[in-house]
């Protein structure tokens, strides 16, 4: 098993920055990628970033050079830099683990981010 713990969502103004953390503990494989999703209400998950463990990064096109995907692998940690927050933003972020070449997937609980004036 594996336990991801998430941090760092919030209310934030149009334009504004945040940053999330995933740090991940438990019975963590060599290979595998992390990241997010997000949901917004009446709407379907979508992709926000992956991180494998060789430091590939793939973003979903809608955030697509407005946030960056890093990873501190000593401490199994992914963050998220979300700059230039828009209203299209908002929703619940989740941070997902999923082991290479498996079905074996895990995700957190989710943090809610808001992006309102």
């Known amino acids: 098993q594996v336990q991801l713990v998430e941090s760092g969502g919030g209310l934030v103004q149009p334009g504004g920055s945040l940053r999330l953390s995933c740090a991940a503990s438990g019975n963590i494989a060599d290979n595998y990628v992390m990241g997010w999703y997000r949901q917004a209400p009446g709407k379907q998950r979508e992709l926000v970033g992956l991180i494998s463990s060789g430091g590939f990064i793939n973003y979903g096109d809608s955030v697509k050079g407005r946030f960056t995907l890093s990873r501190d692998n000593a401490k199994n940690t992914v963050y998220l830099q979300m700059n230039s927050l828009q209203s299209e933003d908002t929703a619940v972020y989740s941070c997902?683990?999923?082991?290479?070449?498996?079905?074996?997937?895990?995700w957190g609980k989710g943090t809610l981010v808001t992006v309102s004036s």
């Open positions: 997902h683990h999923a082991v290479v070449d498996t079905d074996i997937k895990y």
